[in-house]
């Protein structure tokens, strides 16, 4: 990442929490090698939709769905598109109709990331994040995602399952002296349960397969070309559609983007500056905390040795419901994840929450089981997209490493149950469900439109580079560069909203290097 050096003395403020590992056999009866075996590129035929000859495309049969206009549908669609007779899943989609006819330019279909994100949710999000000549223009479709919210949701450990497994990591329960072997014990009960309770879908949950149904969506809506807008792993949605269906894309706009390759096929090179740049949101934010000036209102002009405390009181006494916990210092710090998504504008809600936490109440003290249905498909799909070494020594020492550069997110996402992208090694080293719908590249999306690529230098999910490398992958894009904090861009600021919504209605890049400024609002 880049400017990570800057912050490593400030990372170090925040002593790593009483983990340490202890050399253990390897667990070679839980590697399944077979598993790690891609299913190969698909030879298939872009012109036909879905990229292969003679699939039938069903109709959508729209309906008035919630509110402001919207009609919703399900689409029928291969589960296995290399096999249509092993059955079919329904993909459910939504749609607002361009308030302009006139002047409509097409569909866009959108997405919001996760894995695991409602594109049916951002779809109605979308009517008040873009400027109203994007709505009055575009038909805005969203879809789940297949193993997503209402398209067959993928199902792993119930809300009390996951609340159990995220408390035992620190809060003294079984090997808190050998964390990774209990990691690995948390990942193999997860993998467990997903295959008892999704086991016949996990094959086809791939991000290969989701692109298909995306040109299965194109086609049933009867468009010739696709503009595309994806948010994160969205990003990689759309890479993985323009490199499949390059001649089907009108615009393509993927911000807070992921290097494909490292996501794909080298998942250390791209887990590793994940779990950097989430230390250092969270040390940004508390220095932020530490200047008078901000008038913030957690750790009374000691920020970070308060935080430090917070995590260090809630594993020694942790919050219990019913006999149960359910909130501890390694859940605390998981959610945090989520909390620096927000960047400088959220800086004071931020602080206003670790008060609360504090006191015992408030949203980061809640039980972790409530995104359950969250964690669910965003550890399957990424690990049905994803091939990590069958090397348990190599993966343990990659752990310490993560844990050791990371000192805030390191343990509890490297240790803890799979539930977000930062702890999904070892239940994906374990992974036992066959990839059929993995796509592994290329990446270059050669003979597509161009491709604009938004990052934020600041990112604490996707990092910069990662729009940087997947700029210089695609054969014909451009990066727009928003300079400051926060998970995305394009509503950051004025400007990348502007630059953005100019490439999605008129097809104008903005010029190469480009870079929007942040106006930090409230946290300057």
Same mark, same amino acid.
């Given at each position: 990442?880049?400017?990570?050096?800057?912050?490593?003395?400030?990372?170090?403020?925040?002593?790593?929490?009483?983990?340490?590992?202890?050399?253990?056999?390897?667990?070679?009866?839980?590697?399944?090698?077979?598993?790690?075996?891609?299913?190969?590129?698909?030879?298939?035929?872009?012109?036909?939709?879905?990229?292969?000859?003679?699939?039938?495309?069903?109709?959508?049969?729209?309906?008035?769905?919630?509110?402001?206009?919207?009609?919703?549908?399900?689409?029928?669609?291969?589960?296995?598109?290399?096999?249509?007779?092993?059955?079919?899943?329904?993909?459910?989609?939504?749609?607002?109709?361009?308030?302009?006819?006139?002047? =409509?330019?097409?569909?866009?279909?959108?997405?919001?990331?996760?894995?695991?994100?409602?594109?049916?949710?951002?779809?109605?999000?979308?009517?008040?994040?873009?400027?109203?000549?994007?709505?009055?223009?575009?038909?805005?479709?969203?879809?789940?995602?297949?193993?997503?919210?209402?398209?067959?949701?993928?199902?792993?450990?119930?809300?009390?399952?996951?609340?159990?497994?995220?408390?035992?990591?620190?809060?003294?329960?079984?090997?808190?002296? =050998?964390?990774?072997?209990?990691?690995?014990?948390?990942?193999?009960?997860?993998?467990?349960?997903?295959?008892?309770?999704?086991?016949?879908?996990?094959?086809?949950?791939?991000?290969?397969?989701?692109?298909?149904?995306?040109?299965?969506?194109?086609?049933?809506?009867?468009?010739?070309?696709?503009?595309?807008?994806?948010?994160?792993?969205?990003? $990689?949605?759309?890479?993985?559609?323009?490199?499949?269906?390059?001649?089907?894309?009108?615009?393509?706009?993927?911000?807070?983007?992921?290097?494909?390759?490292?996501?794909?096929?080298?998942?250390?090179?791209?887990?590793?500056?994940?779990?950097?740049?989430?230390?250092?949101?969270?040390?940004?934010?508390?220095?932020?905390?530490?200047?008078?000036?901000?008038?913030?209102?957690?750790?009374?002009?000691?920020?970070?040795?308060?935080?430090?405390?917070?995590?260090?009181?809630?594993?020694?006494?942790?919050?219990?419901?019913?006999?149960?916990?359910?909130?501890?210092?390694?859940?605390?710090?998981?959610?945090?994840?989520?909390?620096?998504?927000?960047?400088?504008?959220?800086?004071?809600? $931020?602080?206003? =929450?670790?008060?609360?936490?504090?006191? =015992?109440?408030?949203?980061?003290?809640?039980?972790?089981?409530?995104?359950?249905?969250?964690?669910?498909?965003?550890?399957?799909?990424?690990?049905?997209?994803?091939?990590?070494?069958?090397?348990?020594?190599?993966?343990?020492?990659?752990?310490?490493?993560?844990?050791?550069?990371?000192?805030?997110?390191?343990?509890?996402?490297?240790?803890?149950?799979?539930?977000?992208?930062?702890?999904?090694?070892?239940?994906?080293?374990?992974?036992?469900?066959?990839?059929?719908?993995?796509?592994?590249?290329?990446?270059?999306?050669?003979?597509?439109?161009?491709?604009?690529?938004?990052?934020?230098?600041?990112?604490?999910?996707?990092?910069?580079?990662?729009?940087?490398?997947?700029?210089?992958?695609?054969?014909?894009?451009?990066?727009?560069? $928003?300079?400051?904090?926060?998970?995305?861009?394009?509503?950051?600021?004025?400007?990348?909203?502007?630059?953005?919504?100019?490439?999605?209605?008129?097809?104008?890049?903005?010029?190469?290097?480009?870079?929007?400024?942040?106006?930090?609002?409230?946290?300057?």
């Amino acid at each position: 990442m880049q400017g990570n050096a800057q912050y490593s003395d400030r990372m170090r403020r925040i002593p790593a929490r009483r983990w340490s590992l202890a050399i253990i056999p390897l667990i070679s009866a839980l590697l399944v090698p077979t598993s790690a075996v891609a299913a190969p590129a698909p030879a298939h035929d872009p012109a036909q939709p879905g990229g292969f000859a003679g699939l039938s495309v069903s109709s959508l049969d729209w309906t008035p769905c919630g509110s402001n206009g919207f009609e919703c549908a399900t689409l029928t669609v291969p589960l296995d598109y290399r096999d249509p007779a092993a059955g079919t899943i329904g993909i459910a989609v939504n749609r607002h109709k361009a308030a302009d006819s006139a002047r =409509r330019i097409g569909a866009m279909v959108v997405n919001p990331g996760g894995p695991g994100g409602s594109g049916k949710g951002l779809a109605q999000r979308m009517l008040s994040m873009a400027p109203k000549e994007i709505v009055d223009r575009f038909d805005i479709v969203g879809f789940d995602p297949r193993g997503v919210g209402e398209s067959s949701p993928v199902s792993c450990l119930t809300a009390d399952e996951t609340t159990d497994a995220f408390a035992k990591v620190t809060a003294g329960v079984d090997d808190t002296d =050998r964390p990774f072997a209990h990691s690995v014990k948390l990942a193999a009960q997860f993998n467990a349960k997903c295959q008892e309770r999704s086991g016949k879908l996990l094959p086809y949950i791939g991000t290969e397969y989701v692109a298909r149904d995306i040109d299965m969506i194109r086609a049933a809506l009867g468009e010739e070309k696709l503009t595309y807008f994806g948010f994160s792993f969205g990003t $990689f949605i759309g890479t993985v559609y323009a490199n499949l269906f390059p001649q089907r894309v009108r615009a393509a706009l993927l911000d807070g983007a992921y290097d494909p390759e490292h996501y794909a096929n080298e998942p250390y090179k791209y887990d590793q500056p994940q779990f950097d740049v989430v230390d250092r949101a969270i040390n940004l934010f508390l220095d932020w905390c530490a200047d008078p000036a901000s008038k913030c209102a957690f750790g009374n002009g000691k920020p970070h040795d308060a935080f430090d405390q917070l995590l260090t009181d809630l594993d020694a006494n942790p919050i219990v419901k019913d006999g149960k916990v359910v909130a501890n210092g390694t859940t605390v710090a998981y959610s945090l994840i989520f909390a620096v998504n927000g960047g400088r504008r959220a800086w004071p809600a $931020f602080a206003a =929450r670790l008060v609360q936490a504090q006191q =015992r109440t408030g949203p980061y003290v809640a039980p972790i089981g409530g995104n359950a249905s969250f964690f669910a498909p965003n550890t399957a799909v990424e690990c049905a997209d994803r091939v990590y070494p069958q090397d348990m020594n190599g993966l343990r020492n990659q752990l310490a490493k993560e844990v050791h550069r990371a000192p805030i997110l390191g343990a509890p996402a490297a240790y803890g149950s799979p539930g977000y992208d930062h702890s999904h090694a070892t239940a994906c080293t374990l992974w036992k469900a066959e990839r059929k719908s993995r796509y592994a590249g290329p990446w270059d999306a050669k003979g597509s439109a161009p491709i604009l690529v938004v990052g934020t230098t600041g990112d604490p999910d996707t990092p910069y580079q990662d729009a940087v490398a997947l700029r210089r992958t695609l054969a014909n894009s451009r990066l727009l560069t $928003f300079v400051g904090e926060g998970h995305t861009g394009y509503s950051a600021s004025p400007c990348t909203k502007a630059a953005a919504s100019e490439y999605l209605l008129n097809l104008t890049l903005p010029a190469d290097g480009t870079r929007c400024n942040d106006d930090p609002g409230p946290a300057s």
